[in-house]
């Protein structure tokens, strides 16, 4: 395999997925520095090569972690892995710290607030070029040395290509495809799917419903991603049907274990678990519907399960 020409990855959250990707692509880069908000999981990384959230799995050596964001400032390219809610910050620090490096969003989501895709806030603050990060990949499995493989697509194609190429392994494939729109949109909704799934899950409504209701929401999202500029084949992808089957038929899913919550008569304004994005962005859902002339009935019905 050809050398990596990004000797130097940064990655911005050290939550389960930051740390897995961490893991991942220090296989190929010569160092990895995560950027934390919390002073003990930097220590832990950094004293113990472990991060509580994935358990006891040990850390590459060459994998450190820091609560500095200027250190970022070095670095040949940069991921943002946190919550959503947490992304508009991040790219202030950016701006901030003069960094023009490339960056590659694996945040999944969407501004709740005015129905965009979160490359359209990113752009808002930033003029890096933006590539998004997404497909089917539990972070445990993925820091265990598990196979799998996601996509990356942005408006600079050629980027895209170089970042498969460049991080891409043996263990994992980072497949380039030509739809930045539809990936998003996939990344978000597959979540809100998955809350609706929990949903049926706890209502005890049976695989074979669950399975009717994956097929309708697949294609409404793939008319939505469509209404916005984006490609429904987009969603035979890694990043659409297979980030979907993952995240929705898995208890894994923090997003169904939500569902789960919410069927059994539980507030989203109580819940403790695991943050759910799915919830969060199902908010947008009749914002979205309006903006582009789209039903969207199955997720208005996740949507009202949830709100209503």
Not at 55 to 70: A, Y
Not at 144 to 163: Q, Y
Not at 190 to 209: D, F, H, Q, Y
Not at 264 to 292: D, Q, R, V
């Amino acid at each position: 395999m050809d050398g990596c020409c990004y000797k130097k990855v940064g990655i911005v959250g050290a939550g389960a997925y930051g740390t897995a990707i961490a893991q991942c692509f220090s296989i190929r880069a010569e160092e990895i520095l995560l950027v934390s908000d919390q002073k003990e999981i930097s220590e832990e990384i950094n004293n113990k090569h472990t991060n509580k959230a994935l358990g006891n799995i040990k850390l590459h050596s060459n994998i450190s972690c820091t609560i500095d964001f200027s250190q970022m400032t070095d670095q040949d390219i940069i991921f943002i892995s946190t919550p959503v809610s947490a992304v508009t910050h991040v790219c202030s620090n950016i701006k901030k710290h003069n960094i023009k490096t490339p960056i590659v969003l694996c945040s999944k989501g969407v501004d709740a607030e005015n129905a965009r895709l979160m490359s359209d806030c990113v752009e808002e603050i930033i003029d890096n070029e933006i590539v998004i990060f997404s497909g089917p990949s539990f972070a445990h499995e993925i820091a265990c040395g598990l196979p799998f493989g996601v996509n990356v697509a942005g408006k600079n194609k050629l980027l895209a290509e170089e970042i498969s190429k460049s991080l891409s392994s043996e263990v994992y494939s980072i497949k380039p495809i030509d739809d930045y729109i539809g990936l998003q949109i996939a990344g978000a909704f597959k979540n809100i799917l998955a809350v609706g799934c929990g949903i049926m899950r706890g209502l005890k409504l049976g695989n074979s419903a669950i399975a009717q209701f994956i097929v309708d929401g697949v294609k409404e999202m793939a008319c939505l991603a469509e209404a916005m500029g984006g490609k429904k084949e987009t969603f035979l992808e890694l990043g659409g049907i297979g980030d979907t089957i993952l995240t929705c038929t898995s208890v894994q899913s923090r997003n169904v274990l939500f569902g789960e919550y919410i069927a059994n008569g539980g507030n989203i304004n109580l819940w403790t678990g695991s943050l759910a994005e799915g919830a969060y962005s199902a908010k947008t859902i009749p914002l979205f519907s309006k903006k582009y002339n789209i039903p969207l009935k199955t997720f208005n019905d996740i949507y009202s399960s949830i709100y209503q």
